[in-house]
């Protein structure tokens, strides 16, 4: 095998396959990225974890058609190194490459091209066209609260619901949930997925790259996304969502609305002097005002005050701030409602509407915290 290649394009490639390889998997290959040039002038790089996978196609100039696995770290460093303009990449014998660019020329150590898994087909799968924005969108706004905690299998994924033409996606670490929907033209889905952490963020990451529509396509197990040149398969979890609609309290009895980057601003200011590993702020709310304070034996104490619109009877409770500032971070809207029903009750967000109404897209809960 023997091509020639533009060193941008060709890095462009190998930093989106450095994501999704896997450095610390117990199977060797998994951390290098298949390399088949064709006689189409075509080199398809393909990346996997077994989890998820990757293949990009980019145009270049073969010489002699092959392929090859390299350890896709060391290659994405080399790659970066080399001035722009042409490399040429050879395979030598050994599972060996040479690559050479102007003045100077590497040799790295691969390993057999049989040895790398093969990956989900997505030929004869029907696909849908959505608006790549409105996908990131989704994802935008709910990553931030899916678990991270590997023992919550079932909530190491966000909710991937959608009727055909509405989608919403659902996050939670049991601490706190995210709801958000768009329009969405498809797929139409009889029950909701579970998209796992790892390949939202890929999702997020090849999307970020592509101006106009991508392709959706569920089956067998695997949610597959095609744009431009690129395919990536995510293997869904087989797990149960938690039903999220009994942790959305169905009323309030207390609304208050509040300039959300006015909130926001104080939230971070509270958070500099509460304690580290929780976050903890108080949250007194009386008519016309909102009271912030923090304390820290360690530190010191903090007292805010915040102007809102709020008529009822007061209330205190505590949250994590850091969970307040990102829920409302994902908001689009300048005012934000606060609704709560007693002080050991969830806070449940949303973002104020028109008619003094709440948005019906966006809604995040957080749960309290005893102070």
Request: hydrophobic share 40%; with cysteine; aromatic share 6%.
């Given at each position: 095998?023997?091509?020639?290649?533009?060193?941008?394009?060709?890095?462009?490639?190998?930093?989106?396959?450095?994501?999704?390889?896997?450095?610390?998997?117990?199977m060797p290959v998994l951390a290098n990225v298949l390399l088949k040039a064709t006689a189409d002038d075509e080199l398809v790089c393909s990346a996997t974890d077994m989890m998820i996978a990757l293949t990009e196609t980019v145009q270049c100039k073969v010489h002699s058609p092959g392929s090859l696995t390299l350890g896709v770290r060391h290659l994405n460093n080399v790659i970066r190194t080399l001035p722009s303009g042409v490399v040429r990449v050879k395979s030598l014998d050994n599972s060996w490459a040479q690559i050479v660019a102007a003045r100077s020329e590497f040799k790295l150590?691969?390993?057999?091209?049989?040895?790398?898994?093969?990956?989900?087909?997505?030929?004869?799968?029907?696909?849908?066209?959505?608006?790549?924005?409105r996908l990131v969108d989704l994802i935008d706004k709910?990553?931030?609260?899916?678990?991270?905690?590997?023992?919550?299998?079932?909530?190491?994924?966000?909710?991937?619901?959608?009727?055909?033409?509405?989608?919403?996606?659902?996050?939670?670490?049991?601490?706190?949930?995210?709801?958000?929907?768009?329009e969405l033209g498809g797929p139409k889905l009889a029950k909701g997925i579970v998209v796992p952490r790892k390949g939202m963020?890929?999702?997020?990451?090849?999307?970020?790259?592509?101006?106009?529509?991508?392709?959706?396509?569920?089956?067998?197990?695997?949610?597959?996304?095609?744009?431009d040149a690129l395919t990536l398969s995510v293997k869904l979890n087989n797990v149960t969502f938690p039903p999220y609609q009994q942790v959305v309290p169905k009323d309030h009895q207390?609304?208050?609305?509040?300039?959300?980057?006015?909130?926001?601003?104080?939230?971070?200011?509270?958070?500099?002097?509460a304690p580290e590993k929780t976050a903890t702020v108080k949250l007194q709310l009386d008519k016309h005002t909102l009271r912030l304070a923090a304390d820290n034996p360690e530190l010191g104490a903090i007292n805010l005050e915040l102007a809102v619109d709020y008529d009822g009877s007061s209330l205190t409770a505590g949250f994590n701030a850091n969970y307040l500032i990102e829920a409302l971070g994902a908001m689009?809207?300048?005012?934000?409602?606060?609704?709560?029903?007693?002080?050991?009750?969830?806070?449940?967000?949303?973002?104020?509407?028109?008619?003094?109404?709440?948005?019906?897209?966006?809604?995040?809960?957080?749960?309290?915290?005893?102070?």
């Open positions: 095998m023997e091509f020639e290649i533009d060193q941008a394009r060709f890095l462009s490639a190998l930093t989106l396959a450095h994501t999704v390889a896997d450095r610390r998997a117990t150590m691969g390993m057999p091209e049989g040895d790398f898994p093969e990956l989900p087909d997505s030929s004869g799968v029907s696909f849908t066209s959505v608006a790549s924005h709910t990553l931030f609260s899916v678990s991270t905690d590997e023992a919550r299998v079932n909530l190491n994924g966000a909710l991937f619901e959608c009727d055909g033409s509405r989608a919403t996606m659902v996050s939670t670490d049991g601490h706190r949930l995210t709801k958000y929907s768009v963020d890929e999702i997020r990451k090849v999307l970020n790259k592509v101006e106009g529509e991508c392709e959706l396509a569920i089956a067998d197990g695997y949610l597959f996304v095609k744009a207390r609304r208050a609305e509040v300039g959300r980057d006015e909130l926001v601003a104080a939230l971070r200011q509270a958070v500099v002097i689009g809207s300048e005012r934000a409602y606060l609704d709560f029903q007693g002080e050991l009750d969830p806070c449940v967000l949303r973002p104020a509407g028109v008619e003094g109404q709440p948005a019906p897209d966006f809604l995040a809960v957080v749960m309290p915290m005893r102070i």
